[in-house]
């Protein structure tokens, strides 16, 4: 294709593309966010330019790019405008909707440009801090918040937030709204713990601590939307030639939103977007939209994406149009995870819920990849399944089938048959897939040491307290049912197991 990029000169000639432009693009820098991931710039980064089209927030969102992987380019050279297609079902009804979105201001390198980063924590137009940096992302290490920039996440939060005291001091009208969506429970106070304990390690003084802890609000979060990134490559240029641009930045969504914060009437003031679409949600407890979406929604997709894969499919749509994937994922999703979520449920609320989010793994136009679900594959099995397993265990003292199955996959998905430049690979049907999780080095050598003795690495694994806070061997009767599974799916295959 031989068309002009995206670009702020392409909408002055082009205003039918993005009428709001003009005005849009003087608004002053109110959000500070950390990550240029698609989820951010298809869920808050929509709701907020959203709302500056209609007038109401009139703020703009300035960038972190956090770590060196990859580059800013494209959002240099597209000046941060990006195309969001919206394609789905919503309410029964088909949604086909293609906007651009315009709420970024720039994109900031934090090893290249920090000293800018900080001249925007002095400013006095900056309200709202939001970040998703991955559940490994917010984590308290040793670090040095003088750094340029430091290294992990909440340090660099901290040194933003001294920078904004030395400003402003201990003014009340200057604190912050901090809106982290890493899918942790609780994950505003546990990032407002951290950041507490890095100014008490850097003995930045006692108002700085009191400022902190008064006057600014940690919101714990949740966001809910399928945004797998990039169309389809033929649905993408197909796009691009009926919009008359070409678009480095384009991603797709869902039409289903969620960003459930937990925060008072001050929050709700200072997040105007919040009144524009009713997917934004302002609730004192948020509890029950971080269980259903955590265990229905996340611990299903943990659960199926190692079976999926193994069984040759490669995004979750393929996968839910296979009868036995998808009466498994169904199963799975209704009759195990749903009775055991470690908080008081519902039948009614579960299973509508989780039909819902049935329906969004069958949307058609999504192609959300299993390889990018299985990022961060143990972390996640962790936090989003292990306490639905013990609450089981709570309840009944059989085995959850399909639970154990889909661990059983995951063992088998974590095989890497090689490593090569600290990187893990394991093979489907002879050709190479990455296993790119931080526990891959750990499973290269539990597979090495135990080999074919598949009980023996069963038992090694779920026994392991530092993986899951947990002996899993003690309860009744599933490591013997994994290790069958592991068995079966590695000298019979899925088709024969399922």
Not at 59 to 79: H, L, M, Y
Not at 235 to 248: A, K, M, P, S, T
Not at 312 to 317: A, L, M, N, Q
Request: glycine share 8%; charged share 25%; with cysteine.
């Amino acid at each position: 294709m031989n068309l002009p990029q995206l670009s702020p000169d392409l909408l002055h000639t082009r205003k039918d593309l993005f009428p709001e432009y003009e005005k849009i693009s003087l608004l002053p820098e109110k959000v500070l966010q950390f990550g240029t991931g698609v989820l951010l710039r298809g869920l808050p980064d929509y709701f907020i330019d959203k709302a500056n089209r209609q007038g109401i927030f009139n703020g703009r969102v300035a960038i972190i790019k956090s770590t060196d992987r990859g580059g800013v380019d494209a959002f240099n050279q597209q000046q941060n405008l990006y195309t969001h297609v919206i394609r789905g079902i919503e309410n029964g009804q088909p949604v086909d909707e293609t906007l651009i979105n315009g709420s970024v201001s720039r994109t900031l390198s934090a090893s290249g440009q920090w000293y800018e980063i900080m001249q925007i924590a002095a400013s006095p137009d900056l309200q709202v801090i939001v970040s998703n940096t991955t559940e490994v992302g917010i984590q308290l290490v040793e670090d040095d918040i003088h750094a340029s920039p430091p290294a992990s996440f909440p340090a660099k939060l901290t040194a933003l937030l001294y920078k904004r005291f030395q400003t402003f001091g201990n003014n009340p009208e200057h604190g912050l709204v901090i809106i982290p969506t890493e899918l942790l429970p609780d994950n505003g106070k546990i990032l407002k713990g951290m950041v507490l304990e890095h100014a008490h390690r850097a003995h930045l003084g006692a108002n700085f601590l009191n400022w902190v802890d008064k006057h600014n609000y940690f919101c714990s979060s949740l966001v809910d939307r399928i945004v797998p990134g990039k169309p389809a490559e033929d649905v993408r240029n197909e796009i691009l030639n009926q919009r008359g641009y070409e678009d480095e930045l384009m991603i797709m969504s869902e039409p289903y939103r969620l960003w459930a914060i937990e925060g008072d009437e001050h929050v709700r003031s200072v997040l105007s977007f919040a009144q524009v679409d009713e997917g934004v949600i302002i609730a004192p407890d948020i509890d029950i939209y971080r269980e259903l979406k955590l265990r229905l929604l996340n611990g299903t997709h943990t659960l199926s994406v190692g079976l999926f894969y193994l069984a040759g499919k490669d995004t979750v749509r393929d996968s839910m149009a296979d009868p036995q994937l998808e009466q498994f994922t169904t199963k799975l999703m209704l009759e195990e995870i749903g009775p055991a979520i470690p908080y008081p449920v519902e039948k009614d609320q579960y299973t509508a819920f989780g039909n819902q989010v049935l329906d969004r793994f069958r949307n058609p136009s999504i192609r959300h990849l299993l390889l990018d679900i299985t990022v961060q594959y143990t972390a996640k099995m962790k936090m989003r399944n292990i306490p639905t397993l013990l609450k089981h265990y709570e309840n009944s003292s059989s085995v959850p089938e399909r639970f154990a199955l889909g661990f059983a996959a995951y063992l088998v998905f974590m095989k890497a048959d090689t490593a090569r430049d600290g990187q893990y690979f394991g093979t489907r049907e002879g050709e190479e897939y990455p296993v790119r999780c931080d526990s891959a080095g750990y499973f290269h050598e539990a597979w090495k040491k135990h080999g074919e003795d598949t009980a023996a690495l069963v038992k090694a694994v779920l026994s392991d307290t530092s993986l899951w806070g947990h002996d899993l061997t003690g309860l009744s009767g599933f490591e013997s049912r994994v290790a069958e599974y592991v068995n079966l799916l590695l000298k019979e295959g899925t088709a024969a197991v399922l």
